[in-house]
């Protein structure tokens, strides 16, 4: 059974930072295109990160380019995103995902929810 559960959201202040985690199961996470997407109140799905399977390509949305880092543990079957200088529009409930293309991981499609290739998403809220 595949699965992708994320962790590490919570309520931090602007400027502050947080790391969310995905752990998968079901899959061969070591050969899969990994890729974070988020989706804040009232607004539609954006694609935040993108990275390969080996973990040395990575791609990034303007919106977060200089301080979100992705990256990926083959051995742990995690992926994970490092969000640093936090402003209130990244609140959002994020999602982890998976695909075999290179361009869905890379942001270079619309991101569209999948059922057991998305997980259920953890909620970053920015507020002071």
């Known amino acids: 059974q595949v699965q992708l559960v994320e962790s590490g959201g919570g309520l931090v202040q602007p400027g502050g930072s947080l790391r969310l985690s995905c752990v998968v199961s079901g899959f061969t996470f070591s050969i899969t295109w990994m890729y974070w997407v988020r989706q804040a109140p009232g607004k539609g799905l954006e694609w935040v990160s993108g990275i390969n399977t080996g973990g040395d390509g990575t791609r990034y949305a303007d919106s977060v380019k200089g301080r979100f880092t992705i990256s990926r543990d083959n051995a742990k079957n995690t992926l994970y995103l490092q969000m640093n200088s936090l402003k209130p529009e990244d609140t959002a409930l994020y999602y982890c995902?998976?695909?075999?293309?290179?361009?869905?991981?890379?942001?270079?499609?619309?991101?569209?929810?999948?059922?057991?290739?998305w997980g259920q998403g953890t909620q970053v809220t920015v507020s002071s």
């Open positions: 995902a998976r695909t075999w293309t290179m361009t869905q991981a890379m942001g270079f499609t619309t991101p569209r929810y999948e059922h057991g290739y």
